[in-house]
């Protein structure tokens, strides 16, 4: 994009403060948005790239550029025209052209893949309405009651020591007990599959033999549901008319784990966060449905799990409300900036509550946001109502927000309580719930015995 004149200084991170640049030397570079700068103050860097216009140029990792679009009305405008903004990656010209090396660390996120999410036209159609039809099929009392028993189960492996990291023991380990149920997952491959998802998502050295353990999974997943279907999101998958095939159904599923782990992670965890600093939300009674769902309602506001994402790709050289972009050029919406653009006074009152572009919007609007929100309430519900002395147990300042340019969320969210008796289950009458098979807070070692789904089903069963 042609990028606009700029006037205000630039916040700290910026290449203009390095060296001391001026603002001629400067004034034309992309603002980087994965450093601790970034992290530390995202709302800094937005107003200042608020002077581009309704989008700017910015970089998410060393090398790799991109468009942010931080203006509300433009960001649905591109979210809303998939004719002229295609979300295929195959039409990236950087990448096509050889400018993005192939272990850069922000491929992973925006490399095509044949899933809804990069997909356009009929083939997007069919492949979205097999995973909107059988997200429709779950039982949402059921869920809630799911969700209820693997809270319990994790608050039981801490509520004894009267402290915890809330990320990292509950908000990170809910999310994958539930995609277990969800998926009817054996043991033995529910292990498999947390283990996997836990190495992607965290990185280190194994995570290319997490990779390949998550591949083998779900093949093992599909086959088993192939030849012994239940209720359960991938025999739902099978059994749909859009007919996937094993290959379809692997890319549908990782698409599905991916925006369902580490979103609803920073969901719950951040909504913790809120309700623990802030008066507003942590005075009176905890557990109230209607405060939690309010407090939920400011963080995808203010805080949205996934900060800046969307990819889009012009179709054609177009002019974006004022800023020229190029064909095939890497456009991201900001949900956050757009969530707090100046321009839309007020909108949590003149608009509906809910008028945030947390969950997208337009033809690839997030498919899972009710049972996302479903499972975000009941888990912060039931762990305020086991443990309602709850608090956080270093200052709000403390907090440190990841690195990155694409997610919003803490590294950690220490808290403390006064400790008390493990809660056990009640008599089961059936197994975990929609599929029948369900994890624990374990350390993320390689499956096998007493790892973390089977350690949860054994705590459920006696």
Same mark, same amino acid.
């Given at each position: ?5 700029? @006037? ?53 990792? %060393? ?5 942010? *679009? ?133 990185? #280190? ?9 998550? =591949? ?13 279907? #239940? ?13 996937? +095939? ?30 623990? =600093?802030?008066?507003? @939300? ?72 809910? /008028? ?8 690839? /609007? ?10 975000? *309430? ?16 270093? %200052?709000?300042?403390?907090? *440190? ?13 220490? /808290? ?19 599929? +029948?098979? #369900?994890?624990?807070? *374990? ?20």
């Amino acid at each position: 994009m042609e990028p606009q004149p700029r @006037y205000d200084s630039p916040p700290p991170g910026c290449p203009a403060h390095q060296g001391g640049a001026t603002e001629e030397q400067y004034e034309y570079e992309s603002v980087p948005l994965y450093g601790e700068e970034f992290a530390a103050d995202p709302q800094s860097f937005y107003t200042y790239l608020r002077q581009f216009g309704p989008a700017a140029p910015v970089e998410l990792s %060393p090398g790799v550029e991109a468009t942010l *679009v931080t203006d509300y009305a433009a960001a649905l405008h591109v979210l809303q025209n998939p004719e002229r903004f295609s979300k295929d990656a195959r039409r990236w010209a950087d990448l096509k052209e050889g400018r993005i090396a192939e272990d850069s660390p922000v491929l992973p996120m925006l490399g095509y893949r044949p899933n809804a999410l990069f997909t356009d036209g009929a083939e997007h159609m069919r492949l979205r309405q097999a995973i909107t039809d059988s997200l429709a099929r779950i039982d949402a009392h059921r869920l809630s009651r799911h969700v209820e028993r693997v809270s319990t189960y994790l608050v039981s492996q801490f509520s004894h020591r009267g402290t915890v990291d809330l990320l990292t023991e509950y908000a990170r380990m809910l999310p994958l007990l539930v995609f277990n149920e969800l998926f009817g997952c054996s043991p033995e491959i529910g292990d498999r599959l947390i283990y996997g998802t836990s190495g992607i998502f965290d990185g #280190g050295v194994d995570a290319d033999s997490a990779n390949k353990e998550l =591949s083998a999974a779900l093949q093992e997943l599909i086959a088993a549901k192939r030849a012994n279907p #239940g209720e359960d999101v991938v025999s739902w998958l099978m059994e749909h008319s859009s007919q996937l +095939s094993d290959e379809e159904m692997i890319h549908q599923l990782v698409m599905l784990i991916s925006a369902g782990m580490e979103p609803q992670r920073n969901l719950i965890a951040n909504g913790l966060q809120l309700i623990l =600093s802030d008066d507003r @939300y942590s005075g009176g009674q905890f557990g109230g449905a209607l405060l939690v769902e309010d407090a939920l309602d400011a963080v995808l506001w203010d805080a949205p799990p996934m900060a800046n994402y969307a990819p889009h790709y012009p179709v054609q050289d177009t002019d974006l409300m004022g800023v020229p972009v190029e064909a095939g050029e890497l456009l991201l919406i900001s949900f956050a900036a757009a969530n707090s653009d100046p321009a839309l006074p007020s909108a949590r009152h003149t608009l509906s509550k809910r /008028a945030h572009l947390a969950w997208s919007a337009g033809p690839h /609007a997030c498919p899972a946001k009710d049972p996302a929100q479903l499972i975000a *309430v009941s888990a912060i519900e039931k762990l305020l109502n086991q443990l309602p002395d709850i608090e956080l147990a270093v %200052p709000e300042e403390s907090l *440190v927000w990841r690195p990155g340019p694409f997610q919003r969320g803490l590294t950690s969210l220490p /808290a403390r309580f006064a400790p008390v008796r493990p809660t056990r289950p009640q008599a089961s009458s059936g197994g975990a719930g929609a599929g +029948s098979n #369900g994890g624990s807070n *374990v350390p993320m070692s390689k499956p096998g015995k007493g790892s973390v789904w089977s350690s949860f089903l054994a705590w459920w069963r006696v």
